[in-house]
């Protein structure tokens, strides 16, 4: 069973993409049990029908829709990345995490909410997370910045410590410098393994 049906043209990419957007909004709101199909393709603007086309059920929805939220992540992150390695991207990574939490503060929600509705693609979302942050780290070593060989261990704990300042400086309080809160914890990467 697919989750996401690629679609054919323009405007069907369109109305997937308004679909998940709506759904983001609807289950980052309601939570997934409250949510129903009708209300998401409402908000989407879409026909009932219209939905059955790109996805077979709500649970398919939901299981796209985390892929989709882990990915856009990644692609908020990448672009800033680009020409800038060792301790310093995982600065700039945190930040644009934290940026791109700010604007869609729904995340959390379904993020937490599928580890029950679709235990794989979370657990998917986490691996690939901390393999991303590992895979920067070994980078860094290999320039010399850390003096620590670089674990599994070391890129699941900067995960959380992103996963948390998300949280709180993203969802709960959006009124710190987010340039001061991706600096304290660089530094604290930075002294704590360099």
Excluded: C
């Excluded at 697919?2 to 308004?18: F, H, K, S």
């Excluded at 934290?98 to 693609?121: G, N, W």
């Excluded at 948390?164 to 001061?180: I, K, P, Q, Y």
Aim: avoid cysteine; proline fraction near 2%.
């Amino acid at each position: 069973t697919r989750e996401l049906r690629v679609p054919r043209t323009e405007r069907g990419r369109r109305t997937q993409r308004a679909i998940l957007d709506a759904a983001a909004a609807e289950f980052g709101e309601k939570g997934f049990h409250e949510s129903s199909i009708v209300s998401i393709t409402i908000r989407a603007g879409v026909a009932l029908g219209s939905f059955y086309t790109y996805f077979e059920s709500k649970e398919a929805l939901f299981k796209a829709l985390v892929a989709d939220m882990s990915g856009r992540v990644r692609d908020h992150v990448a672009p800033v990345l680009a020409g800038r390695s060792g301790v310093e991207a995982e600065g700039v990574a945190l930040h644009a995490f934290l940026d791109f939490a700010r604007a869609h503060k729904e995340i959390y929600r379904i993020i937490d909410e599928a580890e029950f509705v679709a235990p794989d693609d979370w657990r998917a979302h986490y691996l690939n997370t901390a393999a991303r942050i590992l895979e920067r780290l070994q980078a860094a070593r290999a320039q010399g910045e850390l003096g620590v060989e670089p674990s599994e261990v070391h890129a699941w704990a900067i995960m959380g410590m992103n996963v948390f300042l998300g949280l709180r400086f993203g969802v709960m309080d959006a009124s710190f410098d987010l340039a001061e809160v991706s600096a304290q914890a660089n530094a604290l990467l930075r002294d704590g393994l360099g």
